[in-house]
Nanobody
Framework: QVQLVESGGGLVQAGGSLRLSCAAS????????MDWFRQAPGKEREFVAA????????YYADSVKGRFAISRDNAKNTVYLQMNSLKPEDTAVYYC?????????????????WGKGTLVTVSS
């Protein structure tokens, strides 16, 4: 079992930055790929970023490429999402998810564990 708890959300002005954290419990964290997804009001949940268990491989949605950075600290069982140059359209609940499979995925249906999410609101 893996439990995930997100933190770091809040209200920020457009152009600002936030860093989200996702703390994981369980001894298998360092073997899991980790993803961030988000869900805006009235919209489907969408992929944001993914990082391999080693931290060596990352993927990003086109909409956040160049502005967001995913990283992880396996010693602290934590994955991060640094968000810069935030836009109003980044407003959403952000979820971290753990993927226990061998291959990295950008599909929410492939995730095995989810956090409860943290709200990010970007004002214009």
């Amino acid at each position: 079992q893996v439990q995930l708890v997100e933190s770091g959300g809040g209200l920020v002005q457009a152009g600002g930055s936030l860093r989200l954290s996702c703390a994981a419990s369980g001894r298998t964290f360092s073997r899991n790929h980790m993803d961030w997804f988000r869900q805006a009001p009235g919209k489907e949940r969408e992929f944001v970023a993914a990082i391999s268990w080693s931290g060596l491989t990352t993927y990003y949605a086109d909409s956040v490429k160049g502005r967001f950075a995913i990283s992880r600290d396996n010693a602290k069982n934590t994955v991060y999402l640094q968000m810069n140059s935030l836009k109003p359209e980044d407003t959403a609940v952000y979820y971290c998810a753990a993927d226990t499979s061998a291959l990295m995925s950008r599909s929410d249906s492939d995730m095995d564990y989810w956090g409860k999410g943290t709200l990010v609101t970007v004002s214009s």
